[in-house]
């Protein structure tokens, strides 16, 4: 897993989002795009780079976004929304014919707490029949600063409430179906594999992740529930088959004046709940309502 982040790096000029643009009447600007005319989807701006008469096109896609925004479109990872974070992205996509697009993206987290710095990168295909729309991608996640020799183990968490987050690669699966011109539901799937550094507080090397998200969008309000469990990739050592799952809830509004407002809770339900053991502690699993607010100057 650790030789795709390099592979993936090198392709991040060829980076995208991979998001379908049915039911949206400000993505039927990006169906018949003027080259090079910029086009602002109040998350982030989108330029078509080119078209051909054959439905070939290329955009090039730059958005940041507050941590819990990220919260809701990402079902793999989740980032602590207390933190006070943003996620930037810089992506490009590639459609190969009307209905088929390549994509591939890089984005990074910055916490400005205690949680790490994770770059994130994916690759993968999206097929669009207009109401309906599915996609497949492969991606890993890393947090570069913690290969640094550090001070005290344990001493920036903030991935899905683990101490000493290295690395992931993770399979997605996403699809979504358009409600009418204004509504959709998504639906996204992940199974990966998440790498802790040596001598972490969990005593175990990696576990393997599986995650599920349910989404509906009517308008400028959007809601989001994640689901996650994790386990040792391995039995035995200190937890043995031990398992922790999660539930997320989100729901956003997106204002007028291109402010967004989101309420929701992080580990709404958990099973595995953190207690002392003479192992360490576990993954952090305590629930953590919060109320953001996110201004776009």
Same mark, same amino acid.
């Given at each position: 897993?650790?030789?795709?982040?390099?592979?993936?790096?090198?392709?991040?000029?060829?980076?995208?989002?991979?998001?379908?643009?049915?039911?949206?009447?400000?993505?039927?600007?990006?169906?018949?795009?003027?080259?090079?005319?910029?086009?602002?989807?109040?998350? %982030?701006?989108? @330029?078509?780079?080119? /078209?051909?008469?054959? &439905?070939?096109? !290329?955009?090039?896609?730059?958005?940041? *976004?507050? =941590?819990?925004?990220?919260?809701?479109?990402?079902?793999?990872?989740?980032?602590?929304?207390?933190?006070?974070?943003?996620?930037?992205?810089?992506?490009?996509?590639?459609?190969?014919?009307?209905?088929?697009?390549?994509?591939?993206?890089?984005?990074?987290?910055?916490?400005?707490?205690?949680?790490?710095?994770?770059?994130?990168?994916?690759?993968?295909?999206?097929?669009?029949?207009?109401?309906?729309?599915?996609?497949?991608?492969?991606?890993?996640?890393?947090?570069?600063?913690?290969?640094?020799?550090?001070?005290?183990?344990?001493?920036?968490?903030?991935?899905?409430?683990?101490?000493?987050?290295?690395?992931?690669?993770?399979?997605?699966?996403?699809?979504?179906?358009?409600?009418?011109?204004?509504?959709?539901?998504?639906? %996204?799937?992940? @199974?990966?594999?998440? /790498?802790?550094?040596? &001598?972490?507080? !969990?005593?175990?090397?990696?576990?393997? *992740?599986? =995650?599920?998200?349910?989404?509906?969008?009517?308008?400028?309000?959007?809601?989001?529930?994640?689901?996650?469990?994790?386990?040792?990739?391995?039995?035995?050592?200190?937890?043995?088959?031990?398992?922790?799952?999660?539930?997320?809830?989100?729901?956003?509004?997106?204002?007028?004046?291109?402010?967004?407002?989101?309420?929701?809770?992080?580990?709404?339900?958990?099973?595995?709940?953190?207690?002392?053991?003479?192992?360490?502690?576990?993954?952090?699993?305590?629930?953590?309502?919060?109320?953001?607010?996110?201004?776009?100057?």
């Amino acid at each position: 897993m650790r030789r795709i982040l390099p592979l993936l790096t090198l392709l991040m000029p060829l980076a995208a989002a991979g998001q379908s643009l049915a039911g949206n009447s400000q993505a039927q600007q990006l169906l018949h795009p003027v080259t090079g005319q910029a086009v602002d989807l109040g998350y %982030g701006v989108v @330029v078509p780079m080119w /078209r051909d008469r054959d &439905g070939h096109m !290329l955009m090039l896609k730059a958005a940041a *976004q507050p =941590a819990g925004s990220s919260q809701r479109a990402d079902a793999s990872l989740s980032f602590p929304v207390v933190d006070a974070g943003n996620v930037t992205s810089t992506d490009l996509q590639y459609g190969l014919d009307p209905h088929l697009q390549i994509h591939a993206g890089l984005s990074e987290h910055n916490g400005m707490a205690r949680g790490p710095r994770v770059v994130g990168s994916e690759i993968g295909a999206t097929y669009n029949l207009g109401r309906y729309s599915v996609g497949v991608s492969v991606g890993a996640d890393s947090a570069p600063d913690q290969r640094l020799p550090r001070v005290l183990p344990g001493a920036t968490p903030g991935v899905n409430g683990l101490p000493d987050f290295d690395s992931s690669a993770q399979l997605n699966a996403r699809g979504r179906v358009a409600v009418g011109g204004q509504s959709g539901i998504d639906l %996204g799937a992940s @199974v990966g594999r998440i /790498r802790l550094l040596p &001598g972490n507080e !969990l005593g175990v090397n990696s576990l393997d *992740q599986k =995650a599920l998200s349910f989404g509906v969008d009517h308008g400028p309000l959007s809601g989001m529930l994640v689901g996650r469990t994790m386990q040792p990739t391995l039995p035995g050592g200190y937890y043995g088959d031990k398992r922790w799952s999660s539930i997320d809830l989100g729901v956003t509004l997106r204002l007028p004046w291109q402010g967004e407002l989101s309420i929701g809770a992080q580990n709404l339900w958990s099973s595995g709940a953190s207690v002392p053991t003479p192992a360490g502690p576990e993954p952090d699993q305590s629930r953590t309502p919060y109320v953001q607010y996110h201004q776009d100057l």
